[in-house]
């Protein structure tokens, strides 16, 4: 079946207690035994369906999106992804952990690679597989996409993936800009976690140079 007819048959969000996983069923079980009032869920995509642009990161943090439902809400890699949207029109109202229906992203959604928290915060590449189908999914029910940013190597090794293309031709790089055989763009930034804010691998103005030109991407004919 070729690549653009499996995005369009296959689904794009998993059940919250989607199955597929044993390591981490087992851990989402474990988990909510642990905080009942969690999400502790395959955490959905974020965002209209008729967004031009899909940020796509690794996974949901146990304390964050885990924790939410939502993705990136409630972590340190959160705090720095909706502050810079907010700060380049991407989303607006505000971000409140408290409040969460008070922000609304703008022409972009948010998803990730794998849906369910892993330990340790690190997926198998079984479970990377595993996924891939809502990933392919996702991308196949946004009938406006036009850009694609990946949050880590792993986010835009399984984005390449769920494209069909090889990873060979189009290699990660914080900054990276590739120009899709399909006619997208797809850009690189290195995880706004805070293991790598926190190291100087990433500042927060690296990152917002690579959201504002995610959102520069929009503006062009």
Known sequence: MPVVDAMRSTSAEPAKDCPLCPRLVAFRNETRHTHPDWFNGAVPSFGPVT?????????????????????FLGDYAGKLLYRTLLKVGLARGRHDLAAP??????????????????PANKPKPDEIVSCRQFLIGRIGA??????LLALGRIAHDGTLDALGLKRRDFLFAHGAR???????????????????TNTGRLTPAMFETVVAAAAASLRKV
């Open 51 to 71: 967004a031009r642009l899909l940020i796509v990161g690794l996974a949901p943090g146990l304390k964050g999106a885990n924790r939410t439902g939502r993705p």
């Open 101 to 118: 229906e008070e922000l609304e992203l703008v022409d972009c959604m948010i998803s990730n690679t794998v849906r369910c928290v892993p």
């Open 142 to 147: 946004l009938p406006n996409l036009r850009t």
């Open 178 to 196: 590739h120009e899709l055989p399909c006619g997208r763009l797809l850009l690189d930034s290195y995880h706004c976690s805070r293991q790598n």
